[in-house]
């Protein structure tokens, strides 16, 4: 055995070890997201509009300033203006703003310099210009800006935000895809509470206000049913802060959304006054854990029943009421705030695969995940995150590290179900590898949706995307009715073959990876690229291959020496939420590291 294979085995059971003894005692992983200064920042100031005592969270934000005066989405993460102006406004709503002066006038003067001038004009014109057409995330901000008080002449903002039509809410689900709504598809709750709060302060006069106002208290009680049970819109923090702020600021403080997002926010503060970007990921984790240890056969079989039962308990079993998802699906979250998505339909089918595809739960489980995903499939083939169809802004779109995703997932359960699934299996996946040909950079790249990096040109994760697709493109093995596909994958495939040389190419000289070539690296990104070539070793030409491997080779080791052989993990800033905010989970790195080093096991070839 060589001294890096040695090492290799060493790290491998001691990052395995850290995994199991972070099993949680509910049958399943939960993980620990970052806590985010965006988050604090919108949950405090929604609080504080209702009356809530919020200095252990302002306290917080002041500890969490960074240099520049500025605040980032984490606490890893570089200032910007749209967090910066969140802090602000939850000062302004706490009429705190004397708790540091010097804080404050450091923050005022870094929207001064980001936004050309802090004043209404200035803010509305830079928030609109950063984010274009999509209103998601700016409307919410400047709607925050204006409710808080942080201008004295918040009336002048109003008129400044774009208007919501709010009304279209009430129509059904299916419908809305088709309207061009200025908002992505998960963010109905925004679009009618917001909507109803810059109605309210515009007020435009118009035959139509009646009917509009009509219209509003239709769509409020929509926006009560689709509330869950837990009172946290897709358990996220700022979603559910930004409408519970505006029901306030509309004089619908005894709403029962209201009533329940308050109940929300105050259980899911931590200890220390900060929020994270989303409850948990439990879901992600669980089966990203799961994939990362089963392949090692070390899970003790009660653990591997627990766990499978606890998977196949997240599954929906029913329309969603927000999305209008089909059942089959699952969420990042078990939850009640979760909703089914595609990565997290694909990776809890792959979870299951690597329990056991024998079970007879798990092969139904797996059908209709298989469906689910499926019917999500757009037009060009490619994989969106949560409805079909809805593809004019950017976070609805077909992406490829969805679509690779879910072609590992039909490809492993596609022999274990009955020959009319199969068939149609067979004809997602043709579909998948056309799309994923027309995704392919010129540079040989992927970029992917929820992953980025805040150094990176565009702040995109080309390494993230590439490292997912190859993943697919080196283990999906196409059948002979579909001839196109046979063309294009396998050693001779040049979507292979072109994206394994960019990634090889994109390694730094001491053998790490960070989202793009000439980036600070990470341990994710590094873990993420090692494995994906170890696992394209074998699918590429054999010149090629030797240098693939020789690339694993250097990255294990790269890996083994920044955790210390596999006992210190330190998380990177690369995860995109909703609205592109940055956050960082703790599970990413030693999971990641787990499944990197079991493939690098027999793929490393030490470097020369």
């Keep these: 055995m060589s001294q890096l294979a040695d090492q290799i085995e060493a790290a491998l059971l001691n990052v395995r070890r850290r995994l199991l003894d972070q099993f949680g005692p509910g049958d399943h992983w939960t993980g620990r997201l970052s806590s985010s200064a965006l988050s604090t920042a919108t949950a405090a100031m929604a609080l504080a509009m209702h009356g809530d005592d919020v200095q252990p969270s302002l306290a917080w934000l002041i500890a969490n300033q960074n240099a520049d005066g500025g605040w980032g989405d984490t606490d890893r993460s570089a200032s910007n203006l749209a967090t910066t102006l969140l802090v602000l406004s939850a000062f302004a709503a706490a009429k705190s703003g004397s708790l540091d002066a010097a804080a404050m006038d450091r923050a005022n003067t870094y929207v001064s310099t980001k936004a050309g001038g802090f004043d209404a004009k200035s803010i509305a014109a830079a928030i609109t210009a950063a984010y274009g057409d999509d209103r998601t995330f700016a409307t919410p901000i400047l709607a925050a800006c204006a409710m808080s008080g942080l201008f004295p002449t918040s009336e002048s903002l109003w008129n400044r935000i774009a208007p919501l039509p709010f009304e279209l809410a009430v129509l059904p689900h299916r419908l809305l895809r088709w309207l061009r709504l200025p908002m992505v598809s998960y963010a109905l709750p925004a679009l009618i509470a917001i909507g109803a709060a810059v109605h309210r302060h515009r007020r435009p006069r118009s035959l139509l206000w009646p009917l509009r106002r009509l219209l509003q208290d239709a769509a409020l009680r929509k926006l009560a049913r689709i509330q869950p049970d837990s009172g946290g819109f897709l358990e996220a923090a700022p979603l559910t802060s930004f409408v519970t702020a505006a029901l306030i600021d509309c004089r619908l403080s005894t709403h029962p959304t209201v009533a329940a997002g308050v109940r929300f926010l105050k259980s899911t503060m931590r200890a220390d006054g900060s929020w994270p970007i989303d409850t948990n990921l439990a879901t992600w984790v669980t089966t990203l854990s799961v994939n990362a240890l089963s392949a090692a056969d070390i899970l003790p079989d009660a653990q591997r029943h627990s766990l499978r039962a606890w998977i196949l308990s997240c599954q929906s079993t029913q329309v969603h009421p927000y999305t209008g998802a089909a059942p089959g699906g699952w969420a990042w979250t078990n939850l009640s705030g979760g909703v089914s998505d595609a990565d997290d339909t694909a990776g809890a089918m792959l979870a299951l695969h690597a329990l056991g595809?024998?079970?007879?739960?798990?092969?139904?489980?797996?059908?209709?995940?298989?469906?689910?995903?499926?019917?999500?499939?757009?037009?060009?083939?490619?994989?969106?995150?949560?409805?079909?169809?809805?593809?004019?802004?950017?976070?609805?779109?077909?992406?490829?590290?969805?679509?690779?995703?879910?072609?590992?997932?039909?490809?492993?359960?596609?022999?274990?179900?009955?020959?009319?699934?199969?068939?149609?299996?067979?004809?997602?996946?043709?579909?998948?590898?056309?799309?994923?040909?027309?995704?392919?950079?010129?540079?040989?790249?992927?970029?992917?949706?929820?992953?980025?990096?805040?150094?990176?040109?565009?702040?995109?994760?080309?390494?993230?995307?590439?490292?997912?697709?190859?993943?697919?493109?080196?283990?999906?093995?196409?059948?002979?009715?579909?001839g196109w596909a046979l063309r294009n994958t396998g050693a001779d495939s040049p979507l292979l073959a072109r994206a394994a040389d960019w990634l090889i190419h994109a390694q730094d000289a001491e053998g790490g990876w960070g989202g793009a070539p000439g980036v600070p690296v990470s341990i994710e990104e590094t873990a993420l690229a090692v494995e994906a070539l170890a696992r394209a070793a074998t699918a590429l030409p054999p010149k090629q291959a030797i240098v693939a491997s020789e690339a694993v080779g250097k990255g294990a080791a790269w890996l083994i020496a920044r955790t210390e052989g596999g006992t210190r993990f330190e998380a990177a800033p690369i995860g995109l939420y909703f609205a592109r905010l940055w956050y960082y989970e703790d599970q990413y790195a030693p999971i990641f590291t787990a499944t990197a080093l079991a493939w690098a096991k027999s793929r490393a070839i030490p470097a020369r």
């Design 357 to 482: 595809s024998d079970d007879p739960a798990s092969a139904l489980a797996a059908a209709a995940g298989a469906r689910w995903l499926m019917g999500l499939q757009n037009r060009d083939g490619g994989i969106p995150t949560f409805c079909r169809g809805w593809g004019r802004l950017p976070f609805d779109r077909s992406c490829a590290d969805l679509t690779a995703h879910a072609l590992r997932a039909w490809n492993a359960w596609k022999p274990h179900v009955d020959p009319a699934l199969q068939e149609q299996i067979e004809s997602a996946m043709g579909k998948a590898w056309r799309f994923l040909a027309r995704s392919q950079r010129s540079d040989g790249s992927f970029l992917p949706l929820w992953f980025g990096n805040e150094y990176a040109p565009a702040q995109a994760n080309p390494t993230y995307g590439t490292s997912r697709v190859i993943m697919a493109l080196a283990m999906v093995k196409p059948s002979h009715s579909n």
